[in-house]
């Protein structure tokens, strides 16, 4: 007898979100306790031509979609909610990657952002229309 109740799509998408947000802010958490990390923030504000709040609204902005994801996996439909997620989980791949730091937690914390990020995408793209 089988007694294993399958999770519904939309409420793993949507803890797969929670996962991903909350490594996101970890590793941002821990990168605060090591010296120098607001002088390499300013470098990178150097080096990209881009201001310090710049940088920071962009860091919000990204983080304010990943929240969302949260409720919106819950609430949209099946075909907007898989397209939502392929979207989003790639540029959230390519946030983790392109704003990777040199420091030996940020690259652990960051194989399980993408790992949750991939889990997601693939979900996604397998959910089909029976479920």
Do not use: C
Not at 57 to 64: D, P, Q, S, T, V
Not at 84 to 110: D, E, K, Q, T, W
């Amino acid at each position: 007898m089988n007694t294993t109740k399958k999770l519904d799509k939309n409420v793993l998408l949507s803890a797969l979100w929670v996962f991903v947000m909350i490594n996101l802010l970890k590793a941002d958490i821990l990168s605060l306790f090591i010296p120098g990390s607001a002088e390499e923030l300013a470098r990178t504000s150097a080096s990209t031509g881009t201001s310090i709040p710049q940088l920071m609204l962009f860091g919000a902005i990204m983080g304010e979609i990943g929240l969302a994801m949260i409720v919106f996996s819950l609430v949209l439909k099946r075909n907007l909610n898989r397209w939502v997620n392929f979207i989003v989980s790639p540029l959230y791949i390519a946030y983790i990657v392109g704003g990777a730091a040199s420091y030996p937690h940020y690259f652990f914390i960051a194989t399980f952002e993408i790992i949750g990020l991939l889990l997601i995408i693939w979900n996604a793209l397998k959910w089909n229309k029976a479920e």
